[in-house]
């Protein structure tokens, strides 16, 4: 069974940094992708940045230049570095699988089969 856990965030001031960790298990990054999702209160989750098996990445227009997605095989573990927050990056984030890099940002990401369960997310919150 597919599964992740997400850790690292945080109260941070504007302008802040923080360092998100995802952690699968029951899946390999060789061979899977992974999508950083966000979910504002109100609003529909979408996801803002995604990293392929191969170390592709892509990022959505609001996050560009901010933040920057990597992983380490070894540890199969995703990072997303987040620089320069705002009050609109508030918000839960989640990782998943996308069934396809070539659909892994937005709102409308399919996830990988086998993938049943949304891990419980990590808070960040922008605030001064």
């Known amino acids: 069974q597919l599964q992740v856990a997400e850790s690292g965030g945080g109260l941070v001031q504007p302008g802040g940094s923080l360092k998100l960790s995802c952690a699968a298990s029951g899946f390999t990054l060789d061979y899977y992708a992974i999508t950083w999702f966000r979910q504002a209160p109100g609003k529909e989750r979408e996801g803002v940045s995604c990293?392929?098996?191969?170390?592709?990445?892509n990022y959505a227009d609001s996050v560009k230049g901010r933040f920057s997605i990597s992983k380490d095989n070894a540890k199969n573990t995703v990072y997303l570095q987040m620089n320069n927050l705002t009050t609109e990056d508030t918000a839960v984030y989640y990782c998943?699988?996308?069934?396809?890099?070539?659909?892994?940002?937005?709102?409308?990401?399919?996830?990988?089969?086998?993938?049943?369960?949304w891990g419980q997310g990590t808070q960040v919150t922008v605030s001064s």
């Open positions: 990293i392929s098996s191969g170390g592709s990445t």
């Open positions: 998943a699988p996308p069934w396809s890099t070539e659909v892994c940002l937005g709102r409308s990401v399919r996830l990988a089969p086998g993938f049943r369960f």
